[in-house]
């Protein structure tokens, strides 16, 4: 009976704190501003591999998204992707660069009208379409959004 008793206590304290860990971590989670596409595997700051849960996560963020359709044999994507790598973290806050796969994403290139690679198309917190434009590097990119 002893040992019943005692098998039930432990039982309740690791259930509580478990429960007490899982509380702290969805509050860190909610106060943190950087948290929303914490989920999500970034490339570098701001810049990350388009899905479906990076994009919505992004919006319910309140970020503006800036698409960018690459494709590995692209030369100028392929500079532009190394330039994002090392200067994203230059992007202003509240900017999420979704990277679109040009070659296998026909779902997204038909959605948005993607005609070719490269192209560059920045939305609203909401998805609508600020303005869109094909080519250019980093600095192209940050005069574009500002």
Not at 78 to 86: G, I, Q, T
Request: hydrophobic share 40%.
């Amino acid at each position: 009976m002893k040992s019943t008793k005692i098998f039930g206590i432990i039982g309740v304290l690791f259930i509580a704190l478990f429960a007490i860990s899982f509380i702290g971590r969805i509050n860190n989670k909610a106060n943190s501003p950087q948290t929303v596409l914490a989920d999500f595997q970034e490339i570098s700051p701001h810049y990350f591999d388009y899905s479906e849960g990076t994009l919505a996560q992004a919006y319910g963020n309140g970020n503006t998204v800036l698409f960018f359709a690459a494709t590995a044999w692209c030369n100028t994507c392929s500079a532009l992707d190394k330039e994002l790598k090392e200067r994203s973290a230059l992007l202003p806050e509240g900017i999420t660069v979704l990277k679109i796969d040009y070659d296998n994403d026909s779902v997204n290139k038909a959605k948005y009208g993607i005609t070719q690679q490269h192209t560059m198309i920045y939305l609203d917190s909401q998805g609508n379409e600020i303005k869109r434009w094909v080519g250019g590097g980093f600095d192209t990119l940050v005069a574009q959004i500002n």
